[in-house]
């Protein structure tokens, strides 16, 4: 089946532009996850969704990042006026259900901030 | 919390010949997870195997086994009979019950698999 997908690929912009990301989870995944990939390092947790729910936003960095999502369907991560520092790969995953299960990655975006 | 270490930024080994990538872990809760991930050159993150913290037994799948010491708090991943294609970074990771069981991931390890 189809796995997670996420729009755009790249995406290159100048700073204090806001910038939209995008989400398709696997049908039926419940649970679904965003982490930032900084050039060389491991992965950030942002938030996470259970349905269109977001219990815990610990993770994101500022008030520029927000993110939603429409029932147990698309997520979107927004970033307002960007700084050169959010310039990183975005990752979206999903899971069936919140525990423990793997969670299944998508392309990620690719942002970066001139 | 938990946490997760990987001490091996770098690791070489020739093709057909086993090696081991290091993890060590610290949480407090008392039932965990823990994964690993691989991450070739493309940037997709693709998941290998699975250990819960209460299975009896290691768990492996095809060339890929995980050295499970629950004293020790070790989650060693094991490749077996390496391929070129094996060339990548490898990740660990643990569930964060706090987080809707988000992963806390280590830094990484860049495996390169030699002719």
């Known amino acids: 089946g189809a796995g997670v997908s996420q729009s755009p690929s790249n995406k290159v912009t100048e700073k204090g532009k806001d910038v939209e990301l995008r989400c398709d989870p696997i049908?039926?995944?419940?649970?679904l996850y965003w982490y930032r990939q900084r050039l060389g390092q491991g992965l950030e947790f942002l938030i996470y969704?259970?349905?269109?729910?977001?219990?815990?936003k610990s993770g994101l960095p500022s008030d520029r990042f927000s993110a939603e999502r429409t029932g147990e369907s698309v997520s979107t991560l927004t970033i307002q006026r960007t700084q050169q520092e959010d310039s990183a790969v975005y990752l979206c995953?999903?899971?069936?259900?919140?525990?423990?299960?793997?969670?299944?990655f998508g392309p990620g975006t690719r942002l970066l901030v001139l | 919390a938990q946490k997760i270490t990987q001490t091996q930024p770098g690791m070489f080994v020739q093709e057909k010949e086993a090696v081991t990538l290091d993890c060590t872990y610290d949480?407090?809760?008392?039932?965990?997870?823990l994964f690993w991930y691989k991450q070739p050159s493309s940037g997709e993150m693709i998941f290998l195997i699975y250990q819960g913290s209460y299975d009896q037994q290691n768990a492996t799948e095809g060339r890929y086994s995980l050295n499970f010491q629950k004293a020790r708090k070790s989650a060693n991943l094991v490749i077996s009979a390496s391929q070129l294609g094996d060339s990548a970074m490898y990740f660990c990771a643990i569930l964060n019950s706090n987080s809707g069981y988000a992963l806390n991931f280590g830094k990484g390890t860049s495996l390169l698999v030699t002719p």
């Open positions: 949480t407090s809760d008392p039932s965990y997870g």
């Open positions: 049908s039926g995944h419940t649970a």
């Open positions: 969704f259970q349905g269109n729910s977001a219990p815990d």
């Open positions: 995953a999903s899971r069936q259900r919140s525990g423990q299960l793997p969670q299944y």
